[in-house]
């Protein structure tokens, strides 16, 4: 089910996946890598879905998420938290990379707001922790959880030590996402998981060992 609509580009190195998704009336781009081998699959991949109207969900302002978002043109979406802090590149991490970066987003979103893609629904979760705007996103149809830096497969948990990062909200933004059906993890990164709800049954575990 989840090959019918979600195209999954996982990362060999350290950028992001992204991730493609087709609705009827537009097309929606899950972060958007560094500008690398990942950036480039999916440039390559959306030339096969002209004349749909393109968004770009970053899941957080982290510049290894969000740097290939210029390769496209589309209206880019943050959570009205992470779009300030996208504007920072001591918060956006683009200054670790000596490329200064200042993010900008056309369209803020918030906690609950569904992205229409014309007949598919992605539901937005504001999941504070590993950055205080990072989100996740989920489609009840497919039962699929879009995780971000939230938590990964294994029960790898994001990192909460750059700016913003906050363990203890971590915590209860993993605890909030166990009221989801979900069955597919789509990570930020790592491979795409079955069995999603036993991934996050373990990163709560490693989270709550780290207090
Ligand atoms: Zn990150």
């Given at each position: 089910?989840?090959?019918?609509?979600?195209?999954?580009?996982?990362?060999?190195?350290?950028?992001?996946?992204?991730?493609?998704?087709?609705?009827?009336?537009?097309?929606?781009?899950?972060?958007?890598?560094?500008?690398?081998?990942?950036?480039?699959?999916?440039?390559?991949?959306?030339?096969?879905?002209?004349?749909?109207?393109?968004?770009?969900?970053?899941?957080?302002?982290?510049?290894?998420?969000?740097?290939?978002?210029?390769?496209?043109?589309?209206?880019?979406?943050?959570?009205?938290?992470?779009?300030?802090?996208?504007?920072?590149?001591?918060?956006?991490?683009?200054?670790?990379?000596?490329?200064?970066?200042?993010?900008?987003?056309?369209?803020?979103?918030?906690?609950?707001?569904?992205?229409?893609?014309?007949?598919?629904?992605?539901?937005?979760?504001?999941?504070?922790?590993?950055?205080?705007?990072?989100?996740?996103?989920?489609?009840?149809?497919?039962?699929?959880?879009?995780?971000?830096?939230?938590?990964?497969?294994?029960?790898?948990?994001?990192?909460?030590?750059?700016?913003?990062?906050?363990?203890y909200s971590l915590i209860d933004s993993l605890e909030r996402l166990l009221?989801?059906?979900?069955?597919?993890?789509?990570?930020?990164?790592?491979?795409?998981?079955?069995?999603?709800?036993?991934?996050?049954?373990?990163?709560?575990?490693?989270?709550?060992?780290?207090?």
């Open positions: 089910m989840i090959r019918r609509r979600v195209i999954p580009f996982i990362s060999r190195g350290t950028e992001s996946n992204s991730y493609l998704i087709e609705g009827e009336e537009a097309i929606a781009i899950i972060d958007t890598g560094m500008g690398g081998e990942v950036t480039l699959k999916v440039k390559r991949s959306l030339s096969s879905f002209q004349g749909k109207e393109l968004f770009i969900v970053n899941t957080h302002c982290h510049v290894d998420h969000t740097r290939g978002n210029n390769t496209f043109k589309g209206v880019v979406m943050m959570h009205e938290i992470e779009a300030k802090n996208a504007l920072d590149p001591r918060v956006n991490l683009s200054y670790l990379f000596d490329e200064p970066i200042s993010l900008k987003t056309d369209k803020e979103i918030k906690d609950e707001d569904e992205i229409d893609l014309g007949g598919y629904f992605l539901r937005v979760l504001h999941t504070p922790g590993h950055t205080s705007g990072s989100i996740c996103l989920y489609s009840e149809e497919d039962k699929v959880l879009f995780s971000g830096d939230t938590f990964f497969p294994e029960g790898g948990i994001g990192r909460t030590d750059f700016p913003t990062g906050d363990l009221s989801l059906d979900f069955e597919y993890l789509c990570p930020g990164h790592g491979p795409v998981v079955r069995n999603g709800r036993r991934h996050l049954n373990l990163a709560i575990e490693i989270a709550k060992s780290l207090i």
